[in-house]
């Protein structure tokens, strides 16, 4: 965000749309920071569903 030269806190407006990085996959690093946790328990578990439920919720 800081290179693109937006303000990162939330209370202040965007500028301008990030398109690289880790943004380029998702809006919100929260939602990425989920999908990574639930491929992480789909690797721990080494279920087919678990990873196709990782696939859905990336969906």
């Known amino acids: 965000m800081l290179r693109a030269g937006n303000d990162p806190r939330p209370h202040t407006p965007e500028?301008?749309?990030v398109r690289g990085g880790p943004y380029r996959?998702?809006?919100n690093p929260?939602?990425?920071g989920f999908v990574g946790f639930l491929a992480g328990v789909a690797l721990a578990?080494?279920?087919l569903w678990?990873?196709?439920a990782v696939g859905a919720v990336f969906l």
Do not use: D, S
Request: proline fraction near 0%.
């Open 15 to 17: 500028t301008l749309v």
């Open 25 to 27: 996959f998702g809006r």
């Open 30 to 32: 929260i939602h990425l």
């Open 45 to 47: 578990w080494g279920t």
């Open 50 to 52: 678990a990873g196709m």
